[in-house]
C-alpha cells in the first residue's frame, strides 16, 4: 500500500471535495482518498500493483481539477 | 482548465460586457447588444459548462451543472442579460473566493515558504551544497551566518544565536552551544554551527508541524459537522422545494432560479474559513491546535489542571543544601550521583549535576538498578544496597527515620524544597535537598486565566506538601494535590472533570501524557523535538513559555466568536434571497451577485483572525469599561450601604 499526496490549484467550493473523492473511490485500487481542503490537496493510499500515481493524476484532471506537483 | 486560463476567459468576458454596457448606452442597436450579450455569455460559460460536462461523465452532480441548466434556460426565453451576467458573476466569484481563501489559508503558506532548500554538508572531508532533502542521518553540516538550518540536530562545534520563531513562534534569538539541540527551519543569525543530522526530511519537527496543521485543519468542528449535516438534508430539500416551485407556480424561471440561489455556498464555508485561520494565526505563533473541535472545546474552557514540575516551575531543579549523618557531605553527595548517574529523573539529573560542578569524580557504577515509581531508586553501589527518594520509599523499605532526621527534613521541606533521602540498607545518611524555580510568568499567567473566564485551576505534582503549597500559593492557584504518583494524576484530573467543567491539563507532556489524553484539552507545552508529545496533545505549545496560554484562549474564542458571525451572516443571506426569489423581488443575476458577496463577506471575515492578536485596542477598551462599570457599581452600592447605615443611626 503507498500513499501519495497531489497538490492542486487552491480549492474553493467545499463540492469539490466529494467530486474527487467519490471519482477516486470509485477507482480500482484505491484504499482510500481524502481531499484535504484547506491545504488544496488530495491524499491517496492506493495499491500500486492495481493502479499507478500517473492514472490517479490524470484521473484527477479528469474531474476538472489540474494537478501541479505530486 | 488552468486558473491562468480561466482569468483571460474572465477578463475577455469582461470586456464583451463593457462592450455591451457601451452599446446599450448609447442606444446603437439591438442585434449588436444581443450578440454581444450571447457571446459574453458563451465566453464566460466556457469553463463552467465543461466542468458540468466532466462532472456529469463521471456521474456526478455539481452546482455548475445547475448553472449550466439556468444559463440555457434563460438563453431560451431570450434574457440574454441575465445569461451573461450570470456567467460571468459565477466565474468573478470563484476568482474572488480563490484569491481570498488564499489570505486566509496564508498562515501556513508562509510557515511552508520557511522551509530550508539547501544544505552544506561536510562528507569525506568534502564541503559540498545539496539539497535539504538528501541529508541523511548523522551527516556533518554546517550553518554559517544568515543561513538557513536543514535538519534536526545536535551542535558539536561553534556557537550562535539562533532565531526559533517558525518552531516556537518566538522571535527573540535563542543563543546555543555545544550540545544543543537545534531545529531545521529556524535561522542562524550570528556563529557558526558544526551539527550532526539527528532527523532529516519528513522526521522533523518542522515537516512534523506542516503536516500536523495540514491535518488539523481538516479536523472539524461540531459546528461544522452540524452545517454538513444540515446542507445533506438541505440540499435535496431544495431540490424538492424548488419541484413543487415549478408544480405551484408553472413558471422553469423561477425554480431555476430558486436553486441556484439556495445553493449554500456562504454556508458551508462559513465555519472552515474561520477555524483554519484561527488554526493558522496559532500555528504562525508556536501554538498547534488540532482541529476545529479542540478550538471550540478550548474556547469553552473555565478549568485548567496544570503539573507542577516544568510547567509552573522551570523544570532545572537544582540542589539547594546538603545534610550528612555521619559521612562527609562529599562523600554523600557523590554517592548519590553514582548511582543516579544513568537516571533520567529530574532530581537525579539535578544531583549529578551538582555533583560534577563540585568537580567530584565518579567512579563506582551502580548494578542491579530499581526504580521504583513515584518513590525513588535503589541500586547495588560497591557492594551495598543505597536507596535514594521519598518517605513513601523509605518505609516501605523498612528504613528507620529518627525525629531529628524527620525534623530536618520537614524544615527543608517547608522552605520549598523537595528532600531526597540517601539511606543504605538500615539508616538515612544523609538529606539533598533540591528546589525548582517558579517561572516568572506563572503568577502572572494564572491571573490573566481568570480574567480570561477560567474559574478552577488546579495543581498536581509528585512533591510532598509543603513544597507544593507555598508554589501553589505564591501563584495563586486555587487547589493543590501533591504527593502524586504519575498514575495518581490521571484519577485526579478524572475527579476534576464534570458536569458544567470543561478541563484543560497542561504538561510537559512525557511525564503526564496520560493525564494530558485523559482532560477533555490536552496541552502539551514546550515539546519542540518530544514526537511522543506532539502526537498526544490536542494542543501543543511549542514554545516553553507561559503567555502563549493565554493567547491560545483568547485565540480560540476570538475564532469560535468569527465562526458564529459567519454562520449568522450565511444563513441570514439565504434566508432573505430565497424569500427575495419567490416573492419575485431577486432575480437570478441580482441573487448570484448578493450570493457571492455574502461569501466573500464570510472569507474576508475570516481573514481577519489571520492578523488576529489578543489585546488589541479594542479589547483593551471593553475591559477598561468593564472596569470601570465594575467601580460604578461598587461605589453606588457602597454608597447605598453608608446611607442605609446613616438611616440606621438616625433611626
Known amino acids: 500500500m503507498k500513499t501519495i499526496k497531489f497538490q492542486l490549484e487552491t480549492l474553493t467550493c467545499p463540492s469539490c471535495i466529494a467530486k474527487i473523492e467519490g471519482a477516486l473511490n470509485k477507482e480500482h485500487g484505491v484504499e482510500e482518498a481524502k481531499v484535504l481542503f484547506n491545504s488544496s490537496k488530495v491524499k491517496v493510499k492506493y495499491d500500486s500493483e492495481e493502479v499507478s500515481s500517473d492514472q490517479l493524476e490524470k484521473l484527477i484532471e479528469k474531474v476538472g481539477f489540474p494537478v501541479l506537483s505530486s | 482548465m488552468k486558473a491562468k486560463q480561466i482569468n483571460k476567459i474572465m477578463y475577455s468576458a469582461a470586456l464583451l460586457l463593457m462592450g455591451a454596457l ?195 485543519q481538516e479536523g472539524k468542528a461540531k459546528t461544522q459537522r452540524f452545517l454538513e449535516k444540515f446542507a445533506a438534508i438541505y440540499t435535496p430539500g431544495i431540490m424538492a422545494l424548488s419541484l413543487l416551485v415549478w408544480i405551484v407556480t408553472q413558471d422553469v424561471h423561477l425554480a431555476l432560479t430558486f436553486l441556484v440561489i439556495a445553493c449554500p455556498g456562504a454556508l458551508v464555508i462559513s465555519a472552515p474559513v474561520s477555524i483554519v485561520a484561527g488554526i493558522g494565526n496559532g500555528a504562525r505563533n508556536g501554538i498547534l491546535i488540532k482541529g476545529g473541535e479542540v478550538m471550540e472545546n478550548l474556547s469553552k474552557l473555565n478549568a485548567v489542571v496544570f503539573d507542577k514540575t516544568g510547567t509552573l516551575t522551570q523544570g532545572r531543579p537544582a540542589v539547594t543544601t546538603i545534610k550528612s549523618f555521619g559521612i562527609s557531605e562529599n562523600k554523600l553527595l557523590t554517592m548519590a550521583a553514582e548511582a543516579e548517574l544513568i537516571s533520567e529523573h529530574h532530581l537525579g539529573k539535578a544531583i549529578v549535576k551538582e555533583a560534577e560542578r563540585n568537580g567530584l569524580e565518579l567512579v563506582n557504577k551502580p548494578t542491579d538498578v530499581n526504580v521504583l515509581k513515584g518513590r525513588g531508586i535503589k541500586v547495588n553501589l560497591n557492594g551495598d544496597s543505597l536507596y535514594l527518594g521519598n518517605r513513601k520509599g523509605l518505609f516501605e523499605n523498612n528504613i528507620d527515620i529518627d525525629a531529628k532526621v524527620n525534623s530536618y527534613a520537614v524544615k527543608q521541606e517547608e522552605s520549598g524544597n523537595t528532600a531526597v533521602f540517601v539511606a543504605n540498607r538500615n ?82 507532556g512525557v511525564n503526564d501524557a496520560p493525564a494530558i489524553a485523559t482532560a477533555d484539552v490536552g496541552i502539551a507545552m514546550g515539546v519542540a523535538g518530544t514526537d511522543v508529545a506532539m502526537e498526544t496533545a490536542d494542543v501543543v505549545l511549542m514554545a516553553d513559555n507561559l503567555d502563549k496560554l493565554v493567547y491560545m484562549l483568547k485565540l480560540s474564542k476570538a475564532t469560535v466568536r468569527n465562526m458564529k458571525q459567519n454562520m449568522f451572516l450565511a444563513i441570514g443571506t439565504v434566508a432573505l434571497l430565497l424569500t427575495g426569489v419567490l416573492t419575485k423581488n431577486v432575480n437570478l443575476a441580482s441573487g448570484m451577485l448578493i450570493h457571492e458577496l455574502s461569501v466573500l463577506v464570510v472569507i474576508l471575515n475570516a481573514i481577519r483572525l489571520v492578523q488576529y492578536k489578543p489585546n488589541t485596542i479594542w479589547e483593551r477598551l471593553v475591559l477598561r469599561t468593564q472596569q470601570g462599570m465594575r467601580l460604578i457599581s461598587r461605589s453606588i452600592s457602597v454608597n447605598r450601604n453608608s446611607s442605609s447605615f446613616v438611616n440606621k443611626r438616625r433611626a
Request: hydrophobic share 45%.
Open chain 2, 427 to 508: 539508616s538515612v545518611l544523609g538529606i539533598i535537598s533540591i528546589a525548582d524555580k517558579v517561572r516568572s510568568k506563572a503568577a502572572n499567567t494564572i491571573h490573566e486565566l481568570k480574567s480570561a473566564g477560567i474559574k478552577h485551576t488546579v495543581m498536581l505534582t509528585g512533591d510532598n506538601e509543603h513544597t507544593a503549597n507555598i508554589v501553589g500559593k505564591k501563584i495563586g492557584i486555587q487547589k493543590v494535590f501533591a504527593n502524586l504518583l504519575p498514575e495518581d494524576k490521571v484519577n485526579k484530573v478524572k475527579a476534576c472533570m464534570g458536569k458544567g467543567i470543561k478541563l484543560a491539563m497542561v504538561g510537559d
Open chain 2, 22 to 216: 457601451i452599446t446599450y448606452l448609447f442606444n446603437w442597436n439591438e442585434a449588436v447588444l444581443n450578440t454581444l450579450l450571447i457571446v459574453a455569455t458563451l465566453v464566460a460559460g466556457y469553463p463552467t459548462f465543461i466542468k458540468a460536462w466532466k462532472a456529469s461523465l463521471m456521474k456526478l452532480f455539481s452546482i455548475e451543472l445547475l448553472v449550466t441548466i439556468a444559463v440555457i434556460g434563460a438563453l431560451i426565453i431570450g434574457e440574454y442579460v441575465e445569461s451573461a451576467a450570470v456567467t460571468f458573476l459565477f466565474l468573478f466569484g470563484a476568482f474572488l473566493e480563490g484569491r481570498s481563501l488564499e489570505k486566509s489559508r496564508s498562515s501556513l503558506k508562509s510557515l511552508m515558504e520557511m522551509a530550508p532548500l539547501e544544505a552544506n554538508v561536510l562528507r569525506d572531508g568534502i564541503r559540498s551544497v545539496i539539497k535539504a532533502e538528501d541529508v541523511v542521518k548523522n551527516d556533518l553540516v554546517i550553518i554559517q551566518t544568515g543561513e538557513k538550518i536543514p535538519i534536526d540536530g545536535r551542535i558539536i562545534s561553534g556557537r550562535g544565536s539562533v532565531n526559533e520563531s517558525t518552531i516556537t513562534g518566538e522571535s527573540v534569538p535563542v543563543s546555543k552551544d555545544e550540545n544543543d539541540q537545534v531545529f531545521s527551519g529556524s535561522i542562524l543569525e550570528g556563529g557558526y554551527l558544526e551539527v550532526i543530522a539527528e532527523k532529516v526530511g519528513e522526521d522533523t519537527t518542522f515537516s512534523k508541524i506542516i503536516e500536523l496543521v495540514e491535518e488539523a
